[in-house]
């Protein structure tokens, strides 16, 4: 049977109790629908079977005005009674055939899923939708199971692939997280969602047209943008190197300010390094500094090496702030496979806020990943690395949604499209403490001149500017001028390594690097 040809972008689920003092329950629902809400689900969980009809009835005059399907949540003895168009229900409500047997031909029957196993079910009794979540942490209804977050959405909704099946992503939704929610949660086969349930945002709003408008802004700008399809590109070394070389003179004509929280260990080698490429170094860890410093740094580099329990909140509020004013992130999780804490921690950032560069090693991309392909020890990788580097780089970025730089004796830079190799690189950046620390700093200060080119601020950008481009700027600099760097006279080993390398940081060119660079696509 044809499906109905529903529109679930921004799908409104009731909770009178949260209506505001002197906010009626009908004209909330009216104003909210007039503001862009596409679809309604009646939720009334603690009321008899009386009330329950008498307040069907009224949504369902109100939707009808307006051309607004209406479902009612868990009674389909309600639905039937009202000739509502459909029910939701939950995993130990009513069973699908169940259902179907009682609802008019032609009902939308949808259903809550919280795991992969959920949804391969729903798909075997051929439902009309379903809702994943709880995506976010919510207070509007006591959870019964854990929070998925915006990456478990992905494995979720490729379990849809070759279904008409839609999916709805609920939970803790609201303006402040949309666009991470819409942004994060794609599957690896670019399966996205269809749709996005409010509960608080718009009942819980003294003015739900207006709060409503907001939401539908940010999903139309969104899908406008196709920001969910992985960049097309068509490059060569001599694109790339062209590229590389319009950062480079950029980052000195603009000296972009770069928010750092970072390795204690090494704050002032990556200052000077930052100093040192064109662009100004910020360290700070306050939390209540986090959204001022967003508005002017042109990015934020997360590094979590030193990583303690009272800095998490401070990247938690950095990332987020980032995201709001479209400043790109870069996360370096360095031993993130060496404590429970470190693989914890990584999650929530990851889950909290979009990322627009991972920098990391074998070792520390592996446990990310959560392959067992590479072991680490601390901070080092173990082993001889990944067995097809260019495939796990590709898939971990595509997973990731953002550009992912593996780092070792040749590194991979992948937009989860285009993978690109580099070969330049001696040896004895590895024998210096925080080398990796202060590659993070050049990938940062490159994505910061690169968004600052970006002229976009539209409503459904989370990340401005060329993250790939600004990655490979960030590595070749780096890398070349250690380079060169080891071949001054004066430069005998790690001890004069580090004044020498900063020296050549300071007066390097885009032609000595396009001279030097060993750069393949692959």
Not at 258 to 263: A, D, E, R, S
Not at 472 to 481: E, K, M, N
């Amino acid at each position: 049977m044809k499906r109905k040809d529903i529109d679930y972008s921004l799908y409104l689920v009731t909770a009178r109790h949260l209506l505001p003092p002197n906010k009626a329950f009908l004209e909330s629902l009216e104003e909210a629908i007039v503001g862009g809400v596409t679809i309604v689900q009646l939720r009334e969980k603690d009321v008899d079977s009386r009330e329950f009809l008498e307040q069907a009835e009224l949504c369902k005059t109100v939707c009808e005005k307006h051309g607004v399907s209406l479902i009612i949540n868990d009674r389909v003895d309600v639905a039937v009674a009202i000739g509502a168009d459909g029910v939701h229900l939950g995993q130990t409500d009513m069973k699908v055939a169940q259902a179907r047997m009682m609802l008019p031909e032609g009902s939308i029957i949808g259903v809550s899923c919280n795991t992969v196993e959920h949804v391969r079910a729903a798909v075997l009794d051929d439902v009309d939708y379903i809702g994943i979540g709880s995506i976010w942490g919510t207070q509007t209804k006591k959870l019964t199971n854990p929070v998925i977050g915006v990456r478990g959405v992905g494995p979720m909704l490729e379990a849809l692939d070759g279904t008409n099946i839609k999916a709805i992503a609920i939970g803790g939704v609201k303006s402040t997280n949309l666009l991470r929610t819409l942004y994060g949660a794609v599957s690896a086969t670019n399966h996205k969602l269809d749709g996005i349930a409010v509960v608080s945002d718009i009942i819980a709003s003294k003015e739900p047209l207006n709060a409503a408008k907001a939401l539908k802004t940010i999903l139309s700008g969104f899908q406008s943008r196709g920001i969910t399809s992985m960049p097309t590109r068509s490059l060569t070394p001599e694109i790339l190197l062209d590229g590389v070389s319009h950062l480079m003179e950029e980052i000195r004509k603009k000296v972009p300010l770069v928010h750092q929280i970072t390795n204690t260990v090494v704050q002032t080698q990556s200052a000077n390094v930052t100093l040192a490429i064109g662009a100004s170094p910020i360290m700070a860890t306050e939390p209540t500094e986090m959204e001022d410093l967003a508005r002017f740094c042109g990015s934020v580099l997360i590094n979590i090496g030193t990583m303690r329990a009272d800095v998490v909140e401070s990247m938690i509020l950095a990332g987020r702030a980032a995201n709001k004013f479209h400043k790109p992130i870069v996360l370096d999780p360095v031993g993130v496979g060496a404590t429970s804490f470190r693989k914890n921690s990584v999650k929530v950032l990851l889950d909290e806020w979009q990322v627009g560069v991972i920098k990391g090693n074998a070792g520390e991309l592996a446990a990310l990943a959560g392959t067992s392909e590479v072991k680490s020890r601390g901070v080092d990788s173990v082993g001889l690395g990944f067995s097809d580097p260019v495939a796990f780089v590709r898939n971990l970025a595509r997973r990731e949604r953002c550009t992912v730089v593996l780092t070792g004796s040749t590194d991979y830079i992948s937009d989860g499209v285009c993978v690109v190799g580099l070969k330049n690189g001696n040896e004895v950046l590895g024998k210096i403490t925080g080398a990796g620390c202060i590659l993070g700093s050049c990938i940062a200060s490159f994505c910061a001149i690169s968004a600052q080119l970006s002229e976009s601020s539209e409503a459904g950008h989370l990340v401005q500017g060329d993250m790939f481009i600004a990655a490979i700027t960030g590595v070749l600099v780096l890398t070349v001028a250690a380079d060169i760097a080891m071949e001054k006279p004066e430069v005998c080993g790690p001890g004069t390594f580090l004044p020498g390398l900063i020296d050549v940081l300071w007066s390097l060119t885009p032609a000595q690097l396009r001279g030097a660079a060993k750069i393949s696509v692959l």
